[in-house]
């Protein structure tokens, strides 16, 4: 796939050529959840869940978002989905703006924006029949027709997602993980939608069957032009079903570019400890081993992050400056794609463990 | 399915032959004796001996036992000691009265329980939630008869609205004036469990990801809450209401006595103060036959509200 188009114009000034203008259009979306203590319920305690986070999605590409779980990830899919109300910062999808809208006003909109979650368990109505869940966004637009034309639908959804017409008369649980991710998956294209958050569509399948949903979707957008917002913690994944990517670290991005500029020439010392942490199956390259980034302690608490750059606690190359100034998403190296560090590298440098 | 529901009928024919040998040997061993009813205060122990011999009461009591039960089996409960009838006519002449009360006591809880709890969920930790978990709080505290004897003070002695016993009428419905208190204690009484109930399975369904995925179809937040939230949340209720139906005619004891209601409950207070064992007995067995059925038709209904419960 082409990777031609820089989506970032939110982020810094680069001005390579566009294919397109963007599908999607994400500029400093926070999202905070406040944490109420005693018998009154008061806030005691504000969580910063999603901070200044922007990017961009182009039609019929996809945009991998990266990070630890705590991260924010799954919020800032909620967010843009509108499930969650934004805090601040703007979402503009096909030239609207999203982040103010009633829920009223949001419901035409979801027509061209759906979601499929992680849990392929409880994201299925169980009281549903597999056809009732897939008919059921046809039915809220209109769009279901007759019985028959219907029927019909369901059907060719179910056979688009690599399942029999037959199935759409049994329950959710009569499936497996993998089956039922893929109704979610026909249940999230029945209205031809432009653009698909996935939150994280393959964690909580097997192996082998990760494999055969991620084919899916990868087949699936190329047959219908689809833009999808990828979510996932397994960096291996990621590389194969995004064109950009984004790392996300306590509610930042830390590293944004194309899938080649991060993989290749990750600046961030956060991308570079995820990178050599993805496990090697070549025997012929076992010294890779030696160079492994060991991180040493835990996410931080979201709702007390640390100052300036939130990964300095676990950073080894930290220095007072990045206590104090929160580093900006800026491309300091000109290598053409951007991270937020004080000190960014093209090799990790400094102490490993 | 079949083989389920033919394996649980099974199972009552002993749980209610083991019940009524506990009944009998209760009554029994219970003070004082049924022929003192038939008795003057001065009788002669031939006179009590006479009315024992017509009762069948001076045999022994295993025999007295086998008797019963072998009728019993066959459908015939005997003769009451006291009513001059038999007993299963005696408990169908009061059946209705009693089934009128506690479905309208059932539908008047139901209908003020499910949306209390749904809006209770809904709005968690709003005032109006704190107020319906104070109201039913109230509730859960306040006994039966301490409620009905209320109600008859304020609106039968001193307001005069509504009459204080009776069901008011001659034909085959109780008259709605009558019906109001005894409803109201009944169907009150039963609000506070099953608005818990409702309020903390809508909260566990409405966490779930299929409502988060409801939300993204597009559906608006009152089809998401009844057809995706409540459909599951029902599930507990209708345990809860299963569970609640043991309790049936020891609830129903208390009012139908204190409203004058002639029905199963005040049949079997009376059948007690007078010693009518074969009353007792007939009403035991039917109610614990009721209760077990009735819980093998929720056992059967939760197969239809939620798919994923199968019986083998």
Redesign the interface.
Known sequence: MERSSYPSEVVNGDSRPRSSSPLLTVKDLTKTFPVRKGVL?RAAAVIQAVTDVSFSIFPGQTLGLVGESGSGKSTTA?CI?R?LEVTSGSIVFEGQELADLS?RNM??I??NM??V???PY??????MTVKEIIA??LR??GAYGGRGQGERKVHELLEKVGMNASDAAR?P?EFSGGQRQRI?IA??LALEPRLLVLDEPVSALDVSVQAQVTNLLRDLQDAMGLAYLFIAHDLAVVHHVSDWIAVMYLGRIVEYGSVDQVFSEPTHPYTQALLSAIPNADPTKADDLDEKIILSGEVPDPADPPSGCRFRTRCWKAEPICAEVSPELVDTLGIGHPSACHFPELHAGGVHQ | MTRFIVHRIAQIIPLLILLSVFIFTMMHLAPGSPESFYLTDHYTDEQAEAVREQLGLNEPPVRQYLTWLGAAISGDFGQTFTYGATVTDVILARLWPTVQLQLLALTVSVVIAVPAGVISAIRR?SKLDHSITTATLFGLSMPDFWFALLLMLTFSVHLGWLPAFGTGSDGLFAAPANLVMPVAVLGLSAVPWYARVVRSSMLDSLS???I??????????SRITTH?AL??AILPLVTVIGLSMARVLSGVIVVETIFVWPGLGQLAWEAVIRQDYPVILGLTIFTAAFVMIFSLIVDILYTY????IRYV
């Open positions: 319920g909620l989905t499930l829920r419901r035409p979801r027509r759906q979601i979650f992680q849990d409880s994201s299925l109505d169980p009281r059921e966004p809220v637009y329950f649980h979610s249940r999230a | 930790n779930e990801d299929y988060l995925t409801a939300a993204a179809k597009g559906l608006k937040p995706h459909r599951i509200i939620d798919p994923r």
